[in-house]
């Protein structure tokens, strides 16, 4: 794709200009070729990621704690630029059993939410008028399981720049973007991927207020219920 040649132009530009800023012992290019690199690397991944999710039509699945998955997910995010000012408030189930899952795809599921959710928060402090400094990015994970059911509900929520009525009826179409460098496909795959696990992804969201969205897992996958 065009935009991924641009990410590894701009990557592989940057390194070359940090080993010649290192030689000359410039070392506020240094940073900012490094940042250039750590960026545009994110960026990549993300991409690839989901274009790789896309070509990959089945899960496979095995007996998973969420509440481990959830923690080393927020042990890599917290260190990445874009989380680094992001309040979390954490709240896991510690009641809740290992979940018949594809691991990389309820992974590539949260990543892509909670990419959504800094991006909207982001985009709230850039158009807000008041005093931005002031402004607490705020996002949460709550799980909660229904022992009855024998359901795991994940709820993600942030405090950005929320939907319209009319974007929050398109989000989970295949290309519908409303960001400038967006493709339109972390959604699209978070709903093929909830739905080949059984379960549901629900969006609710104000404008101006925030955004929420639920999914809903079953503790087994049809194919692999065992009885006892
Ligand atoms: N947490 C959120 N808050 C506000 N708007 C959101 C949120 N999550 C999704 N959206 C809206 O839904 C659209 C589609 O999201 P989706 O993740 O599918 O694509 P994208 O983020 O634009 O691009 P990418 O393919 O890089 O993920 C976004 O462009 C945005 O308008
Ligand atoms: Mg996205």
């Given at each position: 794709a065009h935009e991924l040649n641009n990410y590894l132009a701009i990557t592989a530009n940057n390194a070359e200009l940090l080993v010649i800023n290192i030689d000359r012992d410039k070392m506020d290019k240094v940073q900012f070729n490094a940042k250039a690199i750590t960026e545009n690397v994110h960026k990549i991944k993300r991409f690839v990621d989901n274009l790789m999710d896309f070509s990959r039509p089945e899960s496979e699945f095995i007996s998973y704690d969420i509440r481990h998955l959830i923690d080393d997910l927020l042990?890599?995010?917290?260190?990445?630029?874009?989380?680094?000012?992001?309040?979390?408030?954490?709240?896991?189930?510690?009641?809740?059993?290992?979940?018949?899952?594809?691991?990389g795809q309820i992974q590539q599921?949260?990543?892509?939410?909670?990419?959504?959710?800094?991006?909207?928060?982001?985009?709230r402090i850039i158009k807000s008028e008041d005093d931005t400094a002031?402004?607490?990015?705020?996002?949460s994970i709550t799980t909660t399981y229904n022992e009855e059911k024998e359901k795991?509900?994940?709820?993600?929520?942030?405090?950005?720049i929320g939907m319209t009525k009319d974007t929050l009826s398109k989000i989970f179409s295949l290309h519908f973007t409303t960001k400038k460098g967006g493709h339109g496909l972390g959604l699209a795959n978070c709903r093929k991927i909830v739905e080949q696990h059984h379960g549901e992804l629900l969006c609710e969201s104000e404008y101006e207020q925030g955004t929420t969205f639920t999914i809903i897992l079953p503790r087994f996958q049809?194919?692999?219920?065992?009885?006892?």
């Open positions: 042990f890599s995010l917290r260190v990445q630029p874009r989380f680094k000012r992001t309040h979390f408030s954490i709240d896991l189930d510690s009641k809740a059993p290992n979940l018949e899952m594809d691991v599921v949260l990543m892509n939410l909670l990419n959504n959710a800094a991006d909207a928060v982001e985009e002031k402004f607490k990015r705020k996002l795991l509900t994940i709820i993600i929520a942030d405090n950005g049809p194919a692999n219920q065992k009885k006892d």
